[in-house]
């Protein structure tokens, strides 16, 4: 066997090591398991290195982390990694809220009906579709902002994107627009245990075509699972409710 071999005990003992560096800026195991997917049993073989997972299962783990394959076959030492961002670090040392506090309890990934209802305004609602993306680092949203009437505007122009984290149970996403035309302020908290998939709170909204003028709007979230397609079902046929609970009271 030449230095170059690695036998298969000693790839996943490798392999196990990468893992367990990965897994440090995560205070709860579970939790971390709950966020890729996998049993924490069969986790725990990778980590003592008794096991490979399977491709799809890696395939994860490395999206997850953002890295690579080689993980089963070098040191992690011997990878380059992506910097560590310093908005993660001004998260956890300034706010409190570092990549493994925002927990898939508090905010699952995938895709929310979100509702902005106007203070003033009770029957003048906005809807929009959020995505929440959870990365090592951070936890990232993106939307778009409705069209404005018969006006087409490019959906480039309407992209919105921003970052989401939390103080305790409260959740809070700042977003904007190119350009910060709009930009947004969420604050959220969970209904209750009984209705797992519904959050409220309020919207502080900034628009610079409106000269500068900010608004409060009452804020409902409705959480439509990860998958786009039954995601983008679940919207229209809330919104179809939405509009005709709207009619009735009218």
């Not at 709950?34 to 073989?45: S, V």
Request: with cysteine.
């Amino acid at each position: 066997m030449t230095n170059n071999t690695r036998s298969p005990a000693e790839l996943r003992k490798m392999f196990g090591a990468n893992l367990q560096r990965l897994a440090r800026q995560y205070p709860s195991v579970s939790e971390l398991c709950r966020q890729l997917g996998i049993n924490r049993t069969q986790f725990n073989r990778y980590l003592g290195g008794e096991s490979f997972p399977r491709p799809d299962v890696l395939y994860r783990i490395c999206n997850f982390f953002e890295v690579d394959a080689r993980i089963l076959l070098r040191p992690i030492d011997e990878i380059d990694l992506p910097p560590v961002h310093p908005a993660a670090s001004a998260l956890t040392e300034f706010l409190g809220s570092g990549p493994g506090t925002l927990t898939e309890n508090l905010l699952p990934a995938g895709f929310y009906f979100v509702s902005e209802t106007g203070l003033d305004e009770p029957h003048a609602t906005r809807h929009r579709v959020l995505h929440a993306r959870r990365l090592p680092q951070c936890t990232l949203v993106r939307s778009y902002e409705p069209p404005s009437g018969e006006d087409s505007v490019a959906s480039n122009l309407r992209e919105v994107q921003g970052i989401a984290a939390c103080a305790g149970r409260q959740i809070y996403i700042l977003m904007s627009s190119r350009a910060s035309q709009n930009s947004r302020i969420y604050l959220v908290k969970r209904v209750n245990d009984a209705q797992s998939d519904q959050w409220r709170g309020v919207a502080i909204c900034l628009s610079k075509t409106t000269a500068n003028d900010t608004t409060m709007r009452r804020l409902a979230l409705r959480y439509l699972g990860p998958k786009p397609k039954a995601a983008l079902s679940a919207a229209r046929a809330a919104r179809r409710a939405e509009r005709t609970a709207e009619e009735i009271v009218a």
